[in-house]
């Protein structure tokens, strides 16, 4: 492997784990905030941020060029809502201690996203990819009878990134300039909810406590570092490999939450993610051949 495959390796994998243990663990140590009101600080500061790094990158032109599109401005608020309730939904898994279940959703988004892309695209699948496809529906059903409910964080998690994903293949954009469009599109949506938080004295972010409030302002950085790393990894390596890492994320989460968070993981929860990591493997062998 040369020097510069080497190093994409590095960006894609680095990201991967910030996003699996140094966030999560930054995200739980601030989860004296609800995860409503992490939520909207995570996407104000980070359309806050994006606003800077646009402009010491000299993007706004492409900025422009999206956001002049009324097709484009529609589908970015769908994504940008997308990405709240994915953001806003592992946050309280976070805050809950359930981290086994959000692990879940995002080991099997990218399976969800080719089933979804069969539907919405017609993107063929193959057998190995049907297969793949099957056993995460197998493994819902089995959850469901073996443990009385579906695990609907990890559903939650999966099929808002796995839509967002679809509704962002529709554009042609950087993802940095899409999640500044996307947080700024929600943004409004996001003050609303903070102006509705401090009449209900259910803030935590005010003058009177800037120490704490410092806290809800870094997690636009804790959320812009990794994505800048992996899209540098990304586009060193391809499509296939960056993929593969990024699965790095959920199988760090599933540890911290049996380690870290004291997460207590059952016999029988333990084969439903067998059944799971069974699907993960084929759909890995997948991307190994592309």
């Known amino acids: ?115 979804l892309g069969r539907i919405f695209l017609k993107e063929k699948l193959n057998k190995n990819q049907f297969i793949a496809v099957t056993l995460v529906v197998i493994s819902l059903i089995y959850f469901l009878l073996k443990l009385g409910e579906l695990p609907w964080i990890g559903l939650t998690v999966a099929i808002t990134f796995s839509i967002y994903g ?7 954009v950087s993802s940095d300039i899409g999640l500044l469009i996307e947080t700024l599109l929600i943004s409004p949506i996001a003050i ?7 009449n209900m004295n259910m803030n935590i972010f005010s003058i009177a406590e800037p120490i704490l409030s410092f806290y809800l302002f870094w997690s636009g950085f ?25 699965f790095l994320t959920p199988t760090s989460q599933f540890l911290l939450g049996i380690t870290y968070f004291g997460e207590i993981l059952t016999l029988e929860k333990f084969l439903g993610f067998l059944i799971i990591w069974v699907a993960v493997s084929i759909y890995l062998n997948e991307l190994r051949k592309e």
């Open 222 to 246: 804790m959320t812009l570092v990794p994505l800048f790393l992996y899209t540098l990894g990304f586009k060193i390596i391809g499509i296939g490999p960056a993929s593969m890492i990024l």
């Open 166 to 172: 679809l509704i962002r293949k529709k554009i042609r």
């Open 192 to 198: 609303v909810l903070f102006v509705y938080l401090v």
């Open 1 to 115: 492997m040369n020097k510069s495959k080497l190093s994409g390796v590095f960006y894609a994998s680095f990201a991967s784990l910030w996003w699996g243990v140094i966030g999560t663990i930054f995200f739980k140590f601030v989860s004296f905030a609800s995860f409503i009101e992490l939520t909207v600080h995570r996407t104000i500061w980070t359309a806050v941020l994006l606003v800077f790094s646009t402009s010491l990158l000299r993007k706004w032109p492409e900025f422009i060029r999206i956001i002049k599109k009324r097709k484009n401005q529609f589908l970015l608020f769908l994504s940008g809502l997308l990405v709240s309730i994915n953001w806003g939904t592992w946050l309280y898994a976070v805050s809950v201690n359930r981290l086994l279940d959000s692990s879940l959703g995002y080991y099997i988004y990218p399976i969800i996203s080719v089933f």
